[in-house]
């Protein structure tokens, strides 16, 4: 039997939608001017407890758009060089494609209706991936047009940090600063810490339901 035919499907915890962690690095904060760069989506894989982890990792290097803007203080920051070769980076098309493809996939085996974009400050990478597809004229873009699950909004409840790097360190995973502000790395930060909030959750929940029985 394969991998996907194994798997317990997300589809009940999320009333049907399937949470995909994306982080994206871009040249700047416009989504319609300037350039995508980076995408980084973390599947995920839930247990017989309820418990989810992380399952794999997808990224994709990306050539800038046709006249896309590049503010040299973005690229400062997350470190690329848009044009070098040792990026290896794909046409805008071929990336949100493939993208899509693979997020398509992961719905149908968790049998769940639509993803859900999960970030930190996903609304950002949100509104990137749309503004992608909408240039490529994506017929099929898997992920909800508003929704996304924020490790923000989590991360402020349950430790009062917002920042990505001390939230991490807060729950105790650490954090390399070297790493950081690649689309990998902060996709998977981002995807321990939602499986964290969501696991502890599941706990703290059954506790509360063992003491009312």
Not at 65 to 76: G, I, Q, V
Not at 147 to 169: E, I, K, N, P
Not at 183 to 203: G, S
Request: hydrophobic share 45%.
């Amino acid at each position: 039997m394969t991998d996907d035919i194994e798997i317990i499907p997300i589809a009940g915890r999320f009333r049907g939608f399937l949470p995909v962690v994306v982080d994206v690095e871009t040249g700047g904060f416009d989504c319609r001017k300037d350039a995508l760069l980076e995408v980084a989506a973390v599947m995920l894989r839930i247990d017989e407890k309820g418990e989810l982890s992380r399952h794999r990792t997808f990224s994709w290097h990306i050539e800038p758009f046709p006249n896309a803007n590049m503010d040299p203080k973005s690229l400062e920051v997350n470190g690329i060089k848009p044009f070098s070769p040792l990026r290896m980076a794909v046409p805008e098309p071929k990336a949100m494609e493939e993208f899509f493809k693979v997020t398509r996939k992961e719905v149908k085996i968790n049998r769940c209706n639509r993803a859900i974009l999960v970030g930190h400050n996903a609304p950002f990478d949100l509104n990137f991936v749309h503004a992608a597809a909408d240039r490529i004229k994506a017929a099929r873009n898997p992920f909800h047009p508003f929704s996304t699950l924020d490790t923000v909004s989590l991360g402020a409840v349950m430790y009062g940090q917002t920042v990505l790097a001390r939230l991490a360190q807060a729950a105790g995973m650490g954090w390399d600063a070297d790493s950081a502000h690649s689309a990998v790395y902060d996709a998977e930060k981002t995807a321990d810490l939602f499986c964290h909030f969501v696991n502890t959750w599941q706990t703290l929940d059954a506790a509360f339901k063992a003491v009312e029985n």
